[in-house]
């Protein structure tokens, strides 16, 4: 009888394991990996950088979410999201506070005025990345946000978007104040994921402000915390040893911007061997 049991152990065994939950779980995965094969060629160049299926599968985006995305920019990563999330699913563009830009130097008039403007243009872009079975979509502004989404919000996401808050944080705790905005729109046990150009431990705390893009991940670690979150989980996926900046050198260096090399081929063929920044990629939940 003791033959027996094992044969019936491994049976029940796989019976268990092919769960609804498991069905659920590989039905998302290849809806993800749907999304992404339909992306245009020009997306897709970025993906070995980037990383979209490893990076949207470790911070658990599934569809139906609701997600904030803060400060989407073009729509790189919106345009994954809105099919992927679905027709019972909401993506919220929120680009940064109304109040930050006159803090830099390239927000003239004609900047201004045409920021007031993106909340109405992603929302009518984010319509056609959507296509017909794609998630809702609305953009606002951070301090600008409705009230009624407090509460609400399952995930919110912060794509290479934290260091430009860090950086004018004396001017006005724009970062402290995102955070907060933060947590009040998550639901108890909401998550917030984090990819960020990261800055080595051993470089100096002034360099590593956000003034080049660069934050430390102990930095990062320690406002999310400040902020009542509590840290969940970090991945080396978006790492890229390659990238060894020097104190005098920005993430924009390297590629897609490759500012400093426009009239230095050879400069920027160095560039474009380290590859896209070195990045840290981190899960926060607010607490229940």
């Known amino acids: 009888m003791k ?35 339909a992306q245009p060629d020009a997306a897709k160049e970025r993906y070995p950088a980037r990383k979209p299926y490893e990076t949207l599968s470790f911070f658990g985006v599934k569809p139906g979410m609701t997600v904030v995305e803060v400060l989407p920019g073009e729509g790189w990563y919106s345009k994954i999201l809105l099919p992927y999330l679905g027709s019972n699913g909401q993506l919220v563009g929120v680009d940064y506070p109304s109040t930050i830009w006159v803090n830099f130097p390239f927000a003239n008039e004609a900047f201004m005025a045409d920021r007031k403007k993106w909340p109405e243009r992603w929302t009518t872009d984010a319509k056609q990345w959507a296509g017909d079975q794609g998630a809702q979509a609305s953009a606002y502004a951070l301090d600008d946000l409705p009230t009624s989404l407090n ?36 639901k108890p046990g909401g998550l917030v994921g984090i990819e960020q150009h990261e800055a080595r431990e051993n470089m100096s705390d002034a360099w590593a402000d956000g003034s080049q893009g660069y934050l430390k991940r102990s930095y990062v670690k320690r406002v999310m915390a400040d902020a009542g979150f509590e840290f969940v989980a970090e991945s080396s996926i978006n790492e890229n040893p390659k990238d060894q900046p020097g104190e005098q ?3 924009w260096r390297l590629p897609p911007s490759l500012s400093t090399s426009k009239d230095n081929p050879q400069l920027q063929e160095q560039y474009k061997a380290i590859g896209e920044s070195h990045r840290m990629t981190l899960l926060f939940r607010k607490p229940n």
């Open 3 to 37: 033959y027996l049991f094992f044969p019936v152990l491994g049976c029940l065994l796989m019976a268990c394991a092919h769960t609804p939950k498991n069905e659920k779980v590989t039905a998302d995965a290849d809806r993800l990996q749907t999304v992404l094969a």
């Open 151 to 186: 509460g609400s919000v399952d995930m919110v996401l912060f794509f290479r978007a934290l260091h430009g808050m860090a950086r004018v944080e004396g001017q006005g705790q724009f970062l402290t104040k995102a955070l907060a905005t933060t947590f009040n729109l998550l």
């Open 249 to 251: 050198d920005g993430v």
